[in-house]
C-alpha cells in the first residue's frame, strides 16, 4: 500500500512538472508582463460585403511579440492565457483596444463593425455582459456594431451559464458568430438553440473550394443551411479572386481573407481603406462626390 500511494504521489509530481516545464512558464511569465504592461496589440483583417461589395467592418486578431523570441502565433498564447487564469485580462484588453478602434472609425465617418473572438472561458465569465455594455457606453459605440466570434468547441461546455452569457450578449444587441463552422460537434443543435446571427464557414473547406467536389459541396450545403436559418454567412480564408467569384456565385454574403487583404495594423488598416476599390460602409458620399 505504502509503495502504491508513493507511486502515486510520483505520478501526480511529474504531471506537475510536464505541465510547468521551465520554457512554458517563462513564456507565461513574459506573457503576464505584456499583459500588464498592455503590450498586447490588435490587427484588423477586413469583411466584405459580397453583394455590394462594400467594406462592412474588420475582425479584430490579437498580436504578441515576444522581448526575445518575437511574434508568438495567437493559437499559442491564447491557450496559455487560458490554461493560466490570464484569459479574461486578455479578452477585455482586446475588447477595450477593438472597441476604441471602431469609435474612431466611425469619427472618421466609416459606419464599420468590429468582431472580437471570444474563448471558452469568457463564456463561463457572468460578468462579461456587464462589462461590455460598459465599454459600449463609455466609446459611445451602438451594441450592433460588435459582433463576438464564438467556436463550437466553446460551446461544447454547454452549461446553463454558457447559455446565459449568450443570452445576455444578444440582450445587449451585440451579434453572435459562430466561428470554424463545420469543424466541431453538433452545430445544428446550437444553432437552433442559440441567437447566433452569423456563421463562419471555416476556412480549411474555403480554401479548396475549386479543387475538392466534398469540401465543395460542404460549402453550398453550409451557406444553404445559414440562410434557411436566416443567418448572415461569412466565408473566411479567401486566398484569391477566383474563391471569392465562386463564393459570389453560390450566395454567400461577406468574404474575408488574404486575398483581399492581410489583417493589418490599426494605422495600416486606415491607409488600406482610403485607397481600397470597395466602397466603405457609410462613407459612400465621399466616393459619389469625388
Ligand atoms: P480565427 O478567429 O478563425 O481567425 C482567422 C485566422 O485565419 C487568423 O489567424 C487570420 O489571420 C487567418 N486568416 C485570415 N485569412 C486567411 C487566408 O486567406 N488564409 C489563411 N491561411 N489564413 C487566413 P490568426 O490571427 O493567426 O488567429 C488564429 C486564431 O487565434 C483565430 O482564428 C482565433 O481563434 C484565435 N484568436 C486570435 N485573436 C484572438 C483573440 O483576441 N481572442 C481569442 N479568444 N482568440 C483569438
Ligand atoms: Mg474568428
Ligand atoms: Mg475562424
Ligand atoms: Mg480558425
Keep these: 500500500f505504502t509503495a502504491k500511494r508513493e507511486r502515486t504521489a510520483v505520478e501526480i509530481y511529474r504531471e506537475e512538472i510536464d505541465r510547468r ?45 515576444h522581448p526575445v523570441h518575437g511574434w508568438v502565433s495567437p493559437a499559442d498564447f491564447i491557450q496559455l492565457a487560458e490554461e493560466s487564469g490570464l484569459i479574461k485580462q486578455l479578452t477585455d484588453q482586446i475588447l477595450t483596444s477593438s472597441v476604441r478602434t471602431l469609435s474612431g472609425w466611425h469619427a472618421a465617418g466609416h459606419l464599420l463593425s468590429v468582431a472580437v473572438n471570444l474563448s471558452t472561458h469568457d463564456l463561463l465569465d457572468e460578468g462579461l455582459p456587464k462589462r461590455i455594455a460598459n465599454l459600449l457606453e463609455r466609446y459611445e459605440v451602438e451594441a450592433r456594431f460588435l459582433t463576438l466570434e464564438i467556436t463550437e468547441s466553446a460551446l461544447l461546455a454547454d452549461t446553463p451559464r454558457t447559455k446565459g452569457t449568450i443570452e445576455r450578449l444578444d440582450q445587449l444587441g451585440v451579434r453572435m458568430s459562430l466561428d470554424d463552422f463545420g469543424t466541431g460537434y453538433s452545430s445544428l443543435g446550437y444553432l437552433r438553440r442559440l441567437p447566433v446571427a452569423e456563421l463562419k464557414v471555416d476556412q480549411s473547406f474555403v480554401k479548396n473550394l475549386l479543387l475538392d467536389e466534398q469540401d465543395a459541396v460542404i460549402v453550398k450545403s453550409t451557406i444553404d443551411l445559414g440562410h434557411n436559418l436566416g443567418l448572415q454567412v461569412v466565408a473566411e480564408g479567401i486566398e484569391n479572386m477566383p ?48
Design 21 to 65: 516545464t521551465p520554457a512554458r512558464l517563462s513564456l507565461l511569465g513574459s506573457l503576464r508582463k505584456s499583459l500588464e504592461a498592455e503590450e498586447l496589440t490588435v490587427h484588423f483583417q477586413p469583411k466584405v460585403d459580397l453583394v455590394t461589395s462594400t467594406v462592412i467592418g474588420a475582425e479584430a486578431l490579437a498580436r504578441w511579440q
Design 243 to 290: 474563391i471569392l467569384t465562386r463564393l459570389q456565385e453560390l450566395g454567400c454574403d461577406i468574404a474575408q481573407g488574404y486575398g483581399i487583404s492581410r489583417p493589418l495594423a490599426p494605422e495600416q488598416f486606415g491607409t488600406w481603406l482610403a485607397t481600397t476599390d470597395y466602397a466603405v460602409a457609410g462613407s459612400s458620399s465621399s466616393s459619389l462626390w469625388a
